[in-house]
């Protein structure tokens, strides 16, 4: 079964940017819809255990709120670029987007494969 190549984008971003995320990638003609989901974890900066001294807090794990896109190829960096954009604070913590290609994607109710499985 031959198939146009598709790419995904996963965002972890601050739940409270997700409006503006949002709208900014409902405004890119190259982005066919999205996910989002809550989710719990830590960077590099909070793995560490408490030092001594230091209060353990009761749950090191923080909100994040993740977005899945999935595209075409060329529409990649666009949508790259929009979620930076819309999330950006400055501040840490702002998130992490990942990108890469998709070895298979199929539409459950027509068997359609590749970029015919993000069309309407």
């Known amino acids: 079964m031959e198939s146009a190549p598709l790419t995904f984008v996963v965002a972890y971003i601050q739940p409270f940017q997700l409006d503006v995320v949002v709208d900014a990638l409902r405004n890119l003609p190259g982005c066919p819809g999205m996910s ?5 974890g830590f960077g590099c900066a ?4 408490p030092r001594e001294g230091e ?3 009761v ?4 909100l ?4 899945e896109v999935f595209c075409r190829p060329s529409d990649v960096v666009g949508i ?3 979620i930076r954009q819309a999330a950006h604070t400055g501040h840490p913590g702002d998130g992490k987007i990942f990108a890469g290609p998709v070895s298979l994607a199929q539409r459950i109710r027509t068997g359609e494969s590749g970029e015919a499985a993000l069309r309407p």
């Open 36 to 40: 989002v989901s809550e989710v719990r």
């Open 59 to 62: 749950d090191p794990f923080e």
């Open 80 to 82: 790259v670029d929009a």
């Open 55 to 57: 209060k353990a807090e």
């Open 46 to 49: 909070r793995a560490h255990p």
């Open 64 to 67: 994040r709120l993740r977005i």
